[in-house]
């Protein structure tokens, strides 16, 4: 069983950034993929980037050049650092940890308005 507390968010203006961190626990995340996944209202939550247990990554053509996915197994944490901010980044993000089963956490809420 994994427990992902995410945390980070808030309100931010266009161009602003922010770093979301996923602190998880009950488990060693190491040999789990992680990823990071959003929510806008009246839309589907969709994958916004992925780190595999290897350390490789990858990211919606939305946010690439613009987010970076990270993890620190030492302190059982994913990051995702937002640069570039864009109204339409606007969401509810979610921490996701997959392996075998899936995992998620309870969501931050991530404005992006001036």
């Known amino acids: 069983q994994v427990q992902l507390v995410e945390s980070g968010g808030g309100l931010v203006q266009p161009g602003g950034s922010l770093r979301l961190s996923c602190a998880a626990s009950?488990?060693?995340?190491?040999?789990?993929?992680m990823g990071w996944y959003r929510q806008a209202p009246g839309k589907q939550r969709e994958l916004v980037a992925v780190?595999?247990?290897?350390?490789?990554?990858d990211y919606v053509d939305s946010v690439k050049g613009r987010f970076t996915i990270s993890r620190d197994n030492a302190k059982n944490t994913v990051y995702l650092q937002m640069n570039s901010l864009k109204p339409e980044d606007t969401a509810v993000y979610y921490c996701?940890?997959?392996?075998?089963?899936?995992?998620w956490g309870q969501g931050t809420q991530v404005t992006v308005a001036s």
């Open positions: 780190i595999f247990s290897g350390g490789s990554t």
């Open positions: 996701n940890a997959r392996q075998g089963l899936t995992y």
């Open positions: 009950g488990s060693i995340i190491s040999t789990y993929h």
